[in-house]
């Protein structure tokens, strides 16, 4: 099992940056793959982006690619969400979360979530 831990979220102006941080605890952190899942108000749970167990290999959701990178450190137990060239659509609660099985693309492949953290993005 793993517990995760979101921050670094906030109020942000377009164009600008923002890092996302993910902190576990528990065991195994390094055999999961953690994915980035955000939720716009009364809208659903959407992919971002996710990162397999070793860092080897990243994929993105076609509205980030080019400007969110996600990345891990094992040592540290972090995952992070480096967000560039913001846009008034990333806003949002961003979650992160543990992969389980099947696909890496929707949210019922994750078995253990954070809490969420609120990204805004002004215009």
């Known amino acids: 099992q793993v517990q995760l831990v979101e921050s670094g979220g906030g109020l942000v102006q377009a164009g600008g940056s923002l890092r996302l941080s993910c902190a576990a605890s528990?065991?195994?952190?390094?055999?999961?793959?953690i994915g980035w899942f955000r939720q716009a108000p009364g809208k659903e749970r959407d992919f971002v982006a996710v990162i397999s167990f070793d860092g080897e290999t990243t994929y993105y959701a076609d509205s980030v690619k080019g400007r969110f990178t996600i990345s891990r450190d094992n040592g540290k137990k972090m995952v992070y969400l480096e967000m560039n060239s913001v846009r008034p659509e990333d806003t949002a609660v961003y979650y992160c979360?543990?992969?389980?099985?099947?696909?890496?693309?929707?949210?019922?492949?994750?078995?253990?979530w954070g809490q969420g953290t609120q990204v805004t993005v002004s215009s």
């Open positions: 979360a543990a992969y389980s099985s099947g696909s890496y693309y929707h949210d019922f492949g994750y078995d253990y």
């Open positions: 528990g065991q195994k952190f390094d055999s999961y793959a």
